[in-house]
């Protein structure tokens, strides 16, 4: 009785709404109700008529369809509802403070009993990888089309990787601090180098700011605020491959996209990046949400599984590569409030009594302070 009434007083999609609701349209034909007159006469010749006969030819306009929305259901999930409705709870929880602490919790609890099941169902991809290509291959009728699909794949992630590290974000950066970045770039060679062989952005997390501290003289408060939170949620390169290859499977299907399915898949393959971890190829598993959004099936993914090793190791780099970037924009933006020097080394102006100004080190003016 209980649940009679609520589920009485409870919108019917509201169980649903996040999950597998879609809402339907049903076409309603309506029937003219005037009579049709003729609309072209024609004169075909006759044996027994030598002026011919009359035909008529009457044209009937095509019924005018109207539609109407009915709410139903799909098989797969609302990934975008949950995205969003995901996000949301999470800025609210994070401006009540310690009211929202218990939920922050068991929330992170449940983020690391995923993370252990992932980490330890990694041992066993490459047995279950081996077979799904290898079904995959089976089920061809031309693997050497796909093959050249596969490679055409490839390249455009590349080559959109290329244009991204080195034409726009040096763009960005020289915009904003009127600098070379390309000699800021030099300087970051070390830790691409260990990018591109660990292909982990969190493996590579020391290196990149060692690399801004002794190299790019970034300040040392901003280069600790800025590579932890972007080698967590900065991940442009993750996102340019996963909206590639969701057009990739796309295409392989011959399934036709339009303009609002490709802006959600832009959409959805930016929020799943944030929430990528950086470990190796954590690209795939948020690649299943990018794939579902759109109502493309997720078994396809084998089919990039095959190059996905070497595409996450070029695509690693360009997410070490904006992180530095912005903890250089950041650190010319900031300047000011972080008078500091690039090797991390607090420096302060002590007057003396002949108010001449003495640079000292951070431990001497402590010092000098307190003793004064």
Same mark, same amino acid.
């Given at each position: 009785?209980?649940?009679?009434?609520?589920?009485?007083?409870?919108?019917?999609?509201?169980?649903?709404?996040?999950?597998?609701?879609?809402?339907?349209?049903?076409?309603?034909?309506?029937?003219?109700?005037?009579?049709?007159?003729?609309?072209?006469?024609?004169?075909?010749?006759?044996?027994?008529?030598?002026?011919?006969?009359?035909?008529?030819?009457?044209?009937?306009?095509?019924?005018?369809?109207?539609?109407?929305?009915?709410?139903?259901?799909?098989?797969?999930?609302?990934?975008?509802?949950?995205?969003?409705?995901?996000?949301?709870?999470?800025?609210?929880?994070?401006?009540?403070?310690?009211?929202?602490?218990?939920?922050?919790?068991?929330?992170?609890?449940?983020?690391?009993?995923?993370?252990?099941?992932?980490?330890?169902?990694?041992?066993?991809?490459?047995?279950?990888?081996?077979?799904?290509?290898?079904? +995959?291959?089976?089920?061809?009728?031309?693997?050497?089309?796909?093959?050249?699909?596969? &490679?055409?794949?490839?390249?455009?992630?590349?080559?959109?990787?290329?244009?991204?590290?080195?034409?726009?974000?040096?763009?960005?950066?020289?915009?904003?601090?009127?600098?070379?970045?390309?000699?800021?770039?030099?300087?970051?060679?070390?830790?691409?180098?260990?990018?591109?062989?660990?292909?982990?952005?969190?493996?590579?997390?020391?290196?990149?700011?060692?690399?801004?501290?002794?190299?790019?003289?970034?300040?040392?408060?901003?280069?600790?605020?800025?590579?932890?939170?972007?080698?967590?949620?900065?991940?442009?390169?993750?996102?340019?491959?996963?909206?590639?290859?969701?057009?990739?499977?796309?295409?392989?299907?011959?399934?036709?996209?339009?303009?609002?399915?490709?802006?959600?898949?832009?959409?959805?393959?930016?929020?799943?990046?944030?929430?990528?971890? &950086?470990?190796?190829?954590?690209?795939?598993?948020?690649?299943?949400?990018?794939?579902?959004?759109?109502?493309?099936?997720?078994?396809?993914?084998?089919?990039?599984?095959?190059?996905?090793?070497?595409?996450?190791?070029?695509?690693?780099?360009?997410?070490?590569?904006?992180?530095?970037?912005?903890?250089?924009?950041?650190?010319?933006?900031?300047? +000011?409030?972080?008078?500091?020097? &690039?090797?991390?080394?607090?420096?302060?102006?002590?007057?003396?009594?002949?108010?001449?100004?003495?640079?000292?080190?951070?431990?001497?003016?402590?010092?000098?302070?307190?003793?004064?």
């Amino acid at each position: 009785q209980r649940f009679y009434l609520f589920s009485f007083m409870t919108p019917c999609n509201q169980l649903v709404v996040s999950l597998q609701y879609k809402t339907d349209l049903i076409p309603i034909l309506k029937v003219p109700t005037r009579t049709i007159t003729p609309n072209f006469v024609y004169v075909i010749p006759d044996e027994s008529n030598p002026n011919g006969r009359t035909v008529y030819l009457e044209l009937t306009p095509p019924p005018e369809v109207m539609y109407k929305t009915s709410p139903g259901t799909s098989q797969q999930m609302n990934v975008l509802g949950i995205v969003i409705f995901s996000a949301t709870m999470g800025l609210l929880l994070g401006r009540m403070g310690e009211r929202g602490a218990p939920l922050v919790n068991v929330c992170q609890c449940i983020n690391e009993c995923v993370m252990k099941i992932i980490n330890a169902a990694v041992w066993y991809f490459p047995f279950g990888i081996i077979f799904l290509v290898a079904g +995959k291959i089976l089920d061809m009728q031309d693997p050497s089309t796909l093959g050249r699909k596969l &490679g055409w794949y490839g390249i455009t992630v590349l080559a959109g990787l290329f244009v991204h590290g080195l034409i726009l974000l040096p763009l960005f950066y020289f915009l904003l601090t009127r600098k070379n970045p390309f000699t800021y770039i030099r300087g970051l060679l070390q830790a691409m180098v260990i990018a591109l062989a660990t292909s982990s952005s969190s493996a590579t997390l020391p290196i990149t700011m060692k690399c801004l501290l002794e190299n790019c003289h970034v300040d040392r408060q901003i280069a600790r605020f800025v590579l932890p939170v972007g080698a967590t949620i900065n991940m442009d390169g993750t996102a340019l491959y996963e909206a590639v290859a969701a057009i990739f499977i796309a295409q392989v299907n011959d399934y036709e996209l339009d303009f609002g399915q490709l802006v959600t898949i832009s959409i959805t393959a930016t929020a799943a990046s944030i929430g990528a971890a &950086g470990i190796p190829q954590a690209g795939l598993v948020t690649m299943v949400i990018v794939l579902t959004s759109v109502g493309l099936p997720p078994d396809d993914i084998t089919l990039i599984v095959a190059i996905d090793w070497i595409l996450d190791r070029f695509r690693t780099m360009i997410n070490v590569l904006g992180d530095a970037l912005a903890a250089g924009i950041i650190g010319h933006l900031c300047r +000011k409030d972080f008078p500091l020097s &690039g090797t991390g080394k607090v420096k302060r102006f002590i007057k003396y009594n002949n108010n001449c100004p003495k640079i000292l080190p951070a431990v001497a003016a402590m010092i000098f302070q307190n003793e004064g």
